[in-house]
Nanobody
Framework: QVQLVESGGGLVQPGGSLRLSCAASGSIFNIYAMGWYRQAPGKQRELVAAITSGGDTNYADSVKGRFTISRDNAKNTVYLQMNSLKPEDTAVYYC???????????????WGQGTQVTVSS
C-alpha cells in the first residue's frame, strides 16, 4: 500500500507565493519520478511540473519561471514552490508518483487526494 499526502494549499492574493509538499509512504521500493498536476473547474487535468530521481525537471509553459519543483529522495517528498501566482493558477493540485513497490515490480502511478489552491484578491 502506498500513500501520497499533500499539504500547503490555500488562498493567496495575486502575486503571492505558496509551497506545496507531497510525501510518499508505504511499501515503496523505488520512486522513478514525482510530479504535480492541476485541474481547474471545467477543465482537464494538466501536468504542472515533474522531476525524475536524477533531478531532471519538466514544466508546463504557463508556469515556467514562476514555479520550481524539487524533491528530497531520502524523504520521498516532492515540493512545488509557486511564486508570482495568478488567478488562472487556481485549481486543485494533485501529486503523482511513478514507483515500484516491494510486491509489484511494474512501475505504477499513485495519486494524492489533491489540495486546493485559490488565487484571488
Amino acid at each position: 500500500q502506498v500513500q501520497l499526502v499533500e499539504s500547503g494549499g490555500g488562498l493567496v492574493q495575486p502575486g503571492g507565493s505558496l509551497r506545496l509538499s507531497c510525501a510518499a509512504s508505504g511499501s515503496i521500493f523505488n520512486i522513478y519520478a514525482m510530479g504535480w498536476y492541476r485541474q481547474a473547474p471545467g477543465k482537464q487535468r494538466e501536468l504542472v511540473a515533474a522531476i525524475t530521481s536524477g533531478g531532471d525537471t519538466n514544466y508546463a509553459d504557463s508556469v515556467k519561471g514562476r514555479f520550481t519543483i524539487s524533491r528530497d529522495n531520502a524523504k520521498n517528498t516532492v515540493y512545488l514552490q509557486m511564486n508570482s501566482l495568478k488567478p488562472e493558477d487556481t485549481a486543485v493540485y494533485y501529486c503523482c508518483s511513478r514507483l515500484i513497490t516491494l510486491v509489484q515490480a511494474i512501475p505504477s502511478d499513485y495519486w494524492g487526494q489533491g489540495t486546493q489552491v485559490t488565487v484571488s484578491s
